[in-house]
């Protein structure tokens, strides 16, 4: 009998066996009991309630939801390039500084990049109050350790013989490092930074759902009293404000010639960071923050953790993880493989960015109503959230291909769906699996969020300490977390490595 | 005895490789065009490796001026340029950023940070650009989208605009064609002050081809990391080079 060998085509498809235990356990959990409240939030889609007041509210929480995402887009952005300098290679190679500091900052932003905007947000709520701050103050935290992380790579990337002749033209250190990074820098702000924005927005969304503010907040209130036509004029005005702001985007072409526009966004960039930077420091340390009064209060509150069973949501939470990995890998290509026709990709498309817009706590708490809370329920959610994500950049990835070999394999009478397979698909399976494998990372940090509504996993514990401020439990739930998501990292950089 | 400008005392290195400069010792006295000849791999990379202090000899002392490398200050390090064999020009900057980099020796970082904004005086660097034959329509161009023969041009201009003592260059007319060749070869042996252009008057430049030799009034042979012969040109001989290759 011939060995079973697996290449990256068959690797994406086998996640699909997923599905099995979903399924079996979706099934035996399924209950009619709010299958008229969804079918309510179908028809609602369609015809979402407008007057002057709910126009007006649209208007103020879109408003707000573009502050935050913008200040914290624009604090993460400046923070980020000088984090990722600091932690790259090069840095240490033209300013002579020892090495241990690059290995120190690098793992304390791994550590701050492995936990959720969510929970810095939901941890940060507790400690200081409910306000705008936090949701800027949460999503910044992250997301400079996440830009810093990309763009030290692309600062590693710079050849090391061009720093030796830039070096040995001898000129300040400064001006060298400058320099020499400049370029990376730029050209990774074009490339990586403006869809950080749109990941603010989003980010901005499902931190409102959680008090924040912003257009999340309404949503959540909208749904809590069942408002589903309000709701969905909440959700269409988040869809406009994304699909406007990619719009934007897209027609912002940073070129090198825009020397006025690109001086002034530097040196704004510049004055907004160090204002921050105050404004951090003020918030931190003059802010009263009643609950967290001391470092103390990590040492004398209680860990009870054998009664909540912490190795038993440990677990919940890889296998969460698993589960909703494999649905976002394999999701995309096996539907694809099988609508693959004009309005099957169309609807394939529509869906998909439904997926995406409706942030994933609610798309849970829509599911809630024929469904108990389960993993399996945890897990379609976050997994299908994450494959409309993955199926954009497959659909995208397949549409700019080169499809010579898919036209000559149909020539000579093989059918759509096997042309499509070994002659578009097998292209892109290694660069799908690498970028999947860049998801899951960010998947294993979402599972807090799903955690927190759909009583799974850690998630679900964090927001049972947090309620009774048993800091030293948050503390063991925020270094578990930290923990899933560095291994997972380290697991999927390796993955990634192999790939390309 | 005149002090030389840069000194090498019984250097020896050893790279990751294996390869081996052995006890290695050289003079360059003001004013000298040293050729330095050699097959490929003889070693004539790392000795002016060595001699820009880009490599720290494992042996040996490399004095600049009769001072240490390591106690040497940026400004004195600046008065030694390099002409790299893989030019190692900064990608995704125009040539004419690429060619002021040169200059990052002499000015602040403002100078900098405007240069990369676009918004430096590029005067100095278009002058020098022309010197080495390069045309004004690729002044502004990105160095990924100018040809090899260009981008060797851009190396030079960057290296002779440091307004160096001495140059060292690795292998400069790779990528010129004979007339090019020959004009730049002038440029960098003929110390004259053309076109208001300073040009190092210490140069030492290794070479392939035996054609090039005019000009020059010193020529260094390598083979195996060891310096064969050093002699005045005009006491080459047929047996020198046979010698080395």
Redesign the interface.
């Given at each position: 009998m011939n060995k079973l060998k697996l290449n990256s085509s068959s690797i994406t498809f086998l996640p699909i066996l997923v599905c099995i235990p979903i399924t079996y356990e979706l099934f035996i959990n399924f209950h009619i009991g709010g299958i008229e409240l969804f079918r309510e939030f179908i028809i609602s889609a369609l015809n979402p309630k407008i007057n002057n007041e709910i126009i007006f509210t649209l208007v103020k929480r879109l408003n707000e939801t573009v502050f935050i995402a913008f200040s914290s887009w624009l604090i993460s952005m400046m923070f980020g390039v000088i984090l990722g300098i600091l932690s790259s290679e090069i840095f240490y190679k033209i300013i002579n500084l020892p090495k241990f500091l690059k290995r120190f900052l690098n793992l304390f932003l791994t550590f701050i990049r492995s936990i959720h905007e969510i929970i810095w947000g939901l941890v940060l709520m507790q400690i200081y109050g409910i306000n705008f701050s936090i949701g800027v103050i949460a999503i910044c935290i992250p997301y400079i350790a996440i830009n810093a992380k990309v763009f030290s790579e692309q600062i590693e990337n710079i050849n090391l013989k061009t720093v030796e002749s830039i070096k040995q033209i001898n000129g300040n250190k400064s001006s060298t490092l400058i320099s020499l990074v400049w370029t990376p820098v730029i050209k990774t702000f074009k490339n990586f930074g403006l869809y950080r924005l749109e990941c603010a927005i989003r980010s901005t969304a499902v931190l409102g759902l959680f008090g924040v503010g912003g257009i999340g907040t309404s949503i959540f209130l909208s749904f809590q009293t069942l408002n589903f036509r309000e709701l969905w004029t909440y959700l269409w005005g988040l869809a406009f404000l994304i699909i406007i702001s990619k719009e934007l985007l897209n027609k912002f072409n940073l070129s090198y010639s825009s020397k006025k526009f690109l001086t002034l966004f530097v040196i704004a960039l510049f004055c907004i960071s160090l204002f921050s930077l105050s404004f951090f420091v003020y918030f931190i340390f003059y802010k009263n923050a009643i609950p967290f009064n001391s470092i103390n209060n990590l040492l004398i509150s209680n860990l009870n953790f054998i009664s909540y069973d912490f190795l038993k949501l440990l677990l919940e939470t890889i296998v969460l993880c698993l589960l909703s990995t494999g649905i976002a890998i394999s999701f995309p290509p096996f539907f694809i493989l099988f609508f693959n026709n004009k309005i099957g990709i169309t609807i394939i498309r529509i869906i998909s960015f439904l997926f995406r817009l409706i942030p994933p706590p609610l798309l849970i708490l829509l599911l809630l109503m024929f469904n108990d809370p389960s993993i399996s329920l945890a897990a379609i959610t976050l997994g299908l959230h994450n494959a409309a994500i993955t199926s954009k950049l497959l659909l995208a990835n397949l549409h700019n291909q080169d499809n010579t070999q898919y036209i000559a394999m149909k020539s000579l009478g093989v059918s759509k769906r096997s042309s499509w397979l070994f002659g578009l698909f097998v292209k892109q399976a290694n660069s799908y699996l690498a970028y999947c494998a860049y998801r899951s990372d960010i998947i294993i940090r979402e599972t807090a969020i799903l955690g927190v509504i759909g009583s799974v996993g850690l998630g679900w514990q964090l927001q049972e300490s947090l309620s009774s401020f048993a800091w030293k439990e948050v503390l063991v739930i925020l270094i578990a977390y930290s923990s899933i998501a560095i291994i997972g990292e380290l697991i999927n950089d390796k993955i990634k490595s192999n790939l390309t | 005895m005149i002090n030389p400008l840069l000194e090498l005392k019984e250097v020896s290195y050893k790279n990751k490789n294996n390869f081996t400069l052995d006890n290695v010792s050289l003079r360059i006295k003001s004013g000298e065009k040293i050729a330095l000849l050699g097959k490929s791999g003889a070693g004539k990379t790392t000795l002016i490796s060595i001699l820009?202090?880009?490599l720290k000899p494992n042996k040996g002392r490399v004095k600049l001026f009769n001072t240490e490398f390591d106690k040497l200050n940026?400004?004195q390090?600046?008065k030694?340029?390099?002409i790299?064999q893989?030019l190692?020009?900064?990608?995704?900057?125009?040539a004419e950023q690429n060619v002021n980099?040169?200059?990052?020796?002499?000015?602040?970082?403002l100078?900098?940070?405007k240069?990369?904004?676009?918004?430096s005086s590029f005067n100095k660097a278009h002058q020098y650009m022309q010197v080495c034959n390069l045309k004004k329509s690729i002044f502004s161009k990105n160095i990924r989208k100018i040809s090899g023969g260009q981008k060797q041009r851009v190396a030079i201009a960057r290296s002779l605009i440091?307004d160096s003592e001495i140059l060292l260059a690795d292998e400069p007319f790779n990528n010129l064609d004979p007339k090019l060749t020959s004009n730049i070869k002038n440029l960098l042996l003929i110390t004259k002050n053309k076109n208001k252009i300073k040009v190092p008057k210490t140069t030492l430049i290794s070479l392939h081809r035996l054609d090039l030799l005019d000009g020059f009034n010193r020529i260094i042979g390598m083979k195996n990391g060891e310096i064969l012969f050093d002699i005045e040109k005009t006491k080459l001989k047929k047996f020198h080079l046979n010698k080395i290759y």
């Open positions: - | 820009n202090g880009t940026l400004y390090k600046s030694i340029s390099t790299w893989d190692r020009l900064i990608e995704d900057l125009s980099c040169g200059l990052l020796g002499k000015q602040s970082f100078f900098a940070f240069n990369l904004l676009n918004i440091q």
